[in-house]
Nanobody, 125 residues
């Protein structure tokens, strides 16, 4: 059974940084792409970033490009999201998701079949 557990959320001021982490278990981690999505209050869940199974390819939403960095450690079964220059509009519950294949990576939720429980990030103005 696949399990994804996120950590690292919290309260930060505008311009600050946070690092989210997600630990996966249940199947061979490197065989699957990983993604981060977020859902702000009153809004639909949206794509944030993704990384291929090998870590060689990444993809970012335009709204976070240049500020967020996704990475993975296949030896530790973890994927991280480094968030810099945070803005109030980044406030959301952040979810990690495991893809159905290693590559290609994409923005659609249908490309991910397991999801974590989410971790709340709040950016104060």
């Amino acid at each position: 059974q696949v399990q994804l557990v996120e950590s690292g959320g919290g309260l930060v001021q505008t311009g600050g940084s946070l690092r989210l982490s997600c630990t996966a278990s249940g199947r061979t981690f490197s065989n699957y792409a990983m993604g981060w999505f977020r859902q702000a209050p009153g809004k639909e869940r949206e794509f944030v970033a993704a990384i291929s199974g090998s870590g060689g390819s990444t993809l970012y939403a335009d709204s976070v490009k240049g500020r967020f960095t996704i990475s993975r450690d296949n030896a530790k079964n973890t994927v991280a999201l480094r968030m810099d220059s945070l803005k109030p509009e980044d406030t959301a519950v952040y979810y990690c998701a495991e893809g159905v294949i290693a590559f290609p990576i994409g923005v659609a939720e249908m490309m991910y079949d397991y999801w974590g429980q989410g971790t709340l990030v709040t950016v104060s103005s």
